[in-house]
């Protein structure tokens, strides 16, 4: 279990190269104690290297992930040195580049006992473990290929399908059984790792991951942000997952076509040298000096950033700023609607009092949007749980406590403003919403307990503050022009 201090016990497979090397670096930078399992012993030397570097406590142990008992003894063996477990990351795999065709039998098995079976003795191994203690999040290393099948990758194509099928199956048993251990499975884009170098291959080129590549930091952030977030069934990582998923979904036919054509092509290179031997059989990282790291051979190509896996962390944040903005727009459209015709004869009333020099309809697009505001606090207020759970957030007591106070901030504002619009009022609830939104800000930065709920409320606050500023703008334009008295003007 989690310790007092935040320390989490990870287990990572895979973990001597790519994705898998990077994670352990980032579980490792947040004081984690590492279980690094690969069969590399260079590598995973190189792993604990980084990993202590980092901060973290690391344990070695080398495991054949296609074999069930090894897997199953290194799990003990990291609960009696390190605790227990909170956290599995199944990343290992084997694959080979070629046609279907020229893979033989025995080479297409193996590529799946450690890519599939890999996945699966690890998640047996953890949820032996987890379940009893009703604790536990285990995270698959997926890829935009468990979606969409691309040509020369047959085995690692047909075991991430399988990967996926699997998670779903045991994520859908433990929703049914009521319980709090989560699976969640990254999908993951074309990734700059070691494996194009070390992979067994039958092409004319040198592999190479399909363009556009991302270093492997990228994912490695989302592995992170996964096991702190494990409610979400999946995480897309790169522009390139999301346009290949979407893509697929809509006409599959159309890519099948398209990947025939260029598929060869856009899967190898002139520019990079084959290294020998392959992977599949032994590591290609057991000897002295042969320790690749997290890196393959196309940092030239490898993209650093991903602007997709932001807006996938920050959805919540993304929906609320995307409401506000929306409601804003819909009350300028509201206010500036085209006027009645003549032949319609409808009357424009002005008001005394605190609604003074507001015409009737823009009054009401204001209560309209109090309306939406009292209807966000309601939620903060009294079921903070469930937002902060829609949002992404991490539930406990004290980010529902926070969720109530922004919903209570927001709900006595709305009864305010709703009920008596005017100038001032809305002049100074635009300032509230501007200190309020400022302060969600520098809450959600303090504490990630609550970021989700306080940034998403932040958005809310920074929309409707801009959208009280123009309100109150207008109120003052329209007292100007018509007075403080009661006029009809008919049409």
């Not at 969409?148 to 399908?161: D, F, N, T, V």
């Not at 085209?338 to 309809?361: D, I, L, N, Q, V």
Request: hydrophobic share 40%; aromatic share 6%.
């Amino acid at each position: 279990m989690t310790t007092a201090d935040g320390r989490r016990v990870v287990v990572i497979t895979g973990a001597s190269a790519g994705i898998g090397r990077a994670a352990a670096r980032r579980f490792a930078e947040r004081g984690d104690a590492v279980a690094l399992l690969a069969r590399g012993a260079d590598g995973l030397e190189g792993a604990v290297h980084d990993v202590r570097q980092a901060g973290g406590e690391a344990l070695a142990i080398e495991v054949d992930t296609a074999d069930h008992e090894q897997v199953d003894a290194a799990a003990g063996r990291v609960e009696n040195e390190l605790g227990p477990i909170d956290v599995w990351v199944n990343v290992a795999f084997a694959s080979v580049f070629a046609p279907f065709m020229k893979i033989t039998p025995d080479e297409f098995r193996r590529a799946t006992e450690v890519t599939y079976l890999g996945y699966v003795n690890g998640t047996r191994a953890a949820l032996d473990r987890m379940i009893p203690r009703d604790h536990g999040v285990v995270v698959q290393v997926g890829s935009a290929l468990a979606y969409r099948g691309i040509p020369l990758q047959s085995a690692y194509c047909g075991a991430k399908h399988a990967i996926q099928g699997f998670n779903e199956s045991v994520r859908c048993e433990l929703l049914h059984d009521k319980s709090k251990v989560r699976v969640t499975m990254v999908q993951m884009p074309a990734v700059n790792t070691p494996q194009f170098d070390w992979v067994l291959s039958r092409l004319p080129g040198h592999p190479q991951p399909v363009p556009p590549i991302y270093q492997p930091e990228i994912p490695a952030d989302a592995v992170v942000y996964a096991a702190d977030h494990p409610r979400r069934r999946e995480y897309w990582v790169g522009g390139s997952t999301a346009a290949t998923l979407l893509a697929n979904a809509v006409a599959p036919g159309v890519l099948d076509r398209y990947l025939a054509w260029m598929g060869y092509r856009s899967q190898q290179t002139k520019d990079v040298t084959h290294r020998d031997p392959p992977n599949l059989w032994r590591p290609a990282d057991a000897e002295p000096g042969t320790d690749e790291g997290a890196h393959g051979s196309f940092d030239d190509k490898a993209k650093s950033r991903s602007v997709q896996l932001w807006a996938s962390q920050h959805h919540g944040l993304l929906t609320a700023v995307t409401a506000a903005l929306a409601t804003g727009l819909g009350a300028l459209a509201w206010a500036h609607r085209p006027k009645a015709t003549k032949a319609t004869r409808t009357t424009r009333t002005t008001w005394h009092g605190p609604s003074a020099g507001r015409p009737r309809e823009e009054t009401q697009a204001v209560r309209a949007i109090e309306a939406g505001r009292a209807a966000w606090g309601l939620a903060l207020l009294t079921m903070p749980s469930r937002v902060v759970r829609v949002l992404g957030g991490r539930r406990d007591r004290t980010t529902e406590i926070v969720a109530r106070l922004l919903g209570a901030r927001q709900l006595g504002q709305a009864a305010v403003s709703g009920l008596r619009p005017s100038r001032p009022l809305l002049a100074g609830g635009a300032v509230i919403d501007l200190v309020h939104a400022g302060t969600a800000l520098a809450l959600g930065l303090v504490d990630d307990r609550w970021r989700h709920v306080a940034l998403a409320d932040a958005g809310v606050a920074l929309g409707w503050s801009l959208t009280g500023l123009r309100d109150s703008a207008k109120a003052d334009d329209s007292a100007k022009a018509d007075g403080t008295r009661a006029v009809s003007v008919r049409r």
